[in-house]
């Protein structure tokens, strides 16, 4: 099992970390709001509340805050993070779900990626599941991208773990097409299904 930090106190950290304490994992909390951390930590039951700015317990390190103000979390952080494996579960379109708000040809993981100490290598996941069905169970496929075969290896791991099934789509570079999966979502969520409680899987099949 693997000792997980997760920055930041959202939903998604919060359905994240039910799914990894479940799983056995070790989890660490982290917030700006140290009160608000060691609230949702007790809440959870079994978790730890860390210290914003110090180095994280996890090998495993969820960057879990909006696009807007990643990058510059983990500059921030700086070399707390070296060695770390960062997992970045953010989603870059615009207000309306309507486009991307990265370069051009550009991911917001591989900008994180910039932002991090060169030992640290960042793994892009879980952004194409919404927060709430991923708390509410089931063995739901999770998408990755990463350049780094042994933190892939690792985040793989720990996808496992959380009773979810990890696909490996390739290296950091696909992460710009992962983070376009988040408009698609959208759009289907509002039109096509009209709802909010879908999830991407992909179904092998087998050869006629």
Request: no cysteine.
């Amino acid at each position: 099992m693997s000792n997980v930090s997760i920055i930041g106190l959202g939903n998604m950290a919060t359905a994240i970390a039910a799914r990894a304490l479940a799983g056995g994992n070790a989890v660490e909390l982290i917030g700006r709001d140290q009160a608000k951390a060691e609230e949702s930590a007790a809440a959870l039951g079994g978790a730890t509340a860390g210290t914003a700015g110090a180095v994280p317990a996890g090998d495993i390190v969820i960057l879990a805050v909006p696009y807007a103000s990643a990058a510059a979390v983990v500059g921030e952080y700086g070399d707390a993070l070296a060695g770390k494996v960062i997992i970045d579960i953010s989603n870059t379109f615009n207000a309306d779900a309507s486009g991307l708000v990265t370069p051009d040809g550009i991911a917001g993981a591989q900008q994180i990626a910039k932002a991090a100490p060169a030992s640290a290598h960042v793994v892009k996941a879980f952004n194409t599941i919404f927060g709430h069905v991923l708390a509410q169970g089931g063995r739901l496929d999770v998408f990755f991208a990463g350049d780094d075969a042994r933190a892939k290896a690792a985040v793989s791991e720990f996808i496992e773990s959380l009773g979810l099934r990890p696909l490996d789509v390739g290296g950091l570079e696909m992460s710009r097409w992962l983070e376009s999966v988040g408009p698609l979502l959208m759009g289907l969520a509002r039109n096509g299904v009209g709802n909010f409680n879908i999830a991407l899987r992909v179904d092998i099949l087998e050869e006629q």
